[in-house]
């Protein structure tokens, strides 16, 4: 009981930080969207060519839902689609999730200060669920980003899927906008692949002390540059990635904790341009998949 108190005092403390750093939370009158407005990326969230880190992205789009989740509606603490209700009885695990980048994204005439971003309930199954959220430009209404994360209801005693309460699907079931689930299919791993290893640091963890979903895409990317300096891909290069990235699927198999050592395996396909695939390994078996598509 203390260490599940600890773990909900941390999960408790991001919402309120996130608050006092400008997060607010409005619900359109039915409660099917929530618009979170964002101060938007900080100023080291840009590379050497002034892009936006994608990390940086998947992470202000992760502390959106998170706020929108969590901020509570009233003074009895109600939630956006009763999703603390939801998860007093179950964990959520992240299954998989996809983004597209706007050009416009990278467009340094384009404002990122602040930012909107609209969460809503995507699909519900049995067991897995999705949440859409868009990045948008307050003052135009632009999309500057889309995102799906599916995820997986899992039992608290038992670690094991678990179906959502009938409840949960019966209230919020109208509200889903895309009726299907998110899939993306499992990657083959050519022999000839590449390889970039390393080990887990704390910073890279987040408050359940596993590798936060956002630095698998570091972890991505820092192999695809080391690829680009050591010659290893023939399809990509520095002009490539300073157009910026246009798509991202990932596939989430297993966690990872500090001082874990992993191989980061990736590859090109002939007939798929400005695309490379990766594979996350630990301990010989497969813990995350990612596969990024640059603009052209």
């Not at 005693?157 to 019966?170: D, G, V």
Request: net charge neutral; glycine share 6%.
């Amino acid at each position: 009981m203390e260490r599940r108190n600890s773990v909900e005092a941390r999960l408790f403390a991001p919402f309120r930080h996130l608050e006092r750093m400008g997060y607010r939370l409005r619900l359109w009158e039915d409660e099917a969207l929530a618009v979170v407005d964002v101060p938007g990326p900080s100023d080291d969230a840009f590379d050497v060519d002034g892009n936006c880190h994608v990390w940086s992205i998947v992470k202000v789009v992760g502390a959106a839902m998170h706020f929108a989740h969590n901020c509570p509606l009233d003074e009895r603490g109600r939630s956006f689609l009763d999703y603390g209700k939801l998860t007093d009885g179950l964990y959520t695990f992240m299954a998989s999730s996809s983004f597209d980048f706007a050009r416009s994204m990278y467009d340094p005439d384009v404002s990122k200060w602040p930012l909107k971003v609209n969460v809503q309930l995507g699909y519900i199954g049995k067991s897995s669920t999705n949440f859409v959220s868009n990045v948008v430009v307050p003052s135009s209404g632009e999309i500057l980003v889309r995102n799906i994360n599916q995820l997986v209801a899992i039992d608290k005693e038992t670690r094991k899927p678990t179906p959502f309460p009938s409840w949960w699907k019966e209230k919020h079931g109208e509200k889903a906008v895309r009726k299907e689930p998110l899939i993306i299919q499992k990657l083959s791993k050519p022999d000839n692949a590449h390889t970039y290893t390393l080990r887990v640091s704390w910073s890279e963890t987040d408050m359940y002390n596993h590798v936060n979903w956002a630095s698998y895409v570091v972890y991505s990317i820092d192999a695809l540059h080391h690829g680009i300096k050591e010659g290893k891909l023939k399809g990509m290069d520095k002009e490539v990635v300073k157009k910026g990235i246009q798509r991202m699927r990932m596939a989430y198999f297993g966690e990872c904790v500090e001082g874990d050592q992993l191989t980061v395996y990736f590859w090109e396909v002939e007939d798929q341009p400005r695309t490379v695939y990766f594979d996350i390994e630990k301990f010989g078996v497969s813990v995350f998949q990612n596969t990024l598509t640059y603009h052209q």
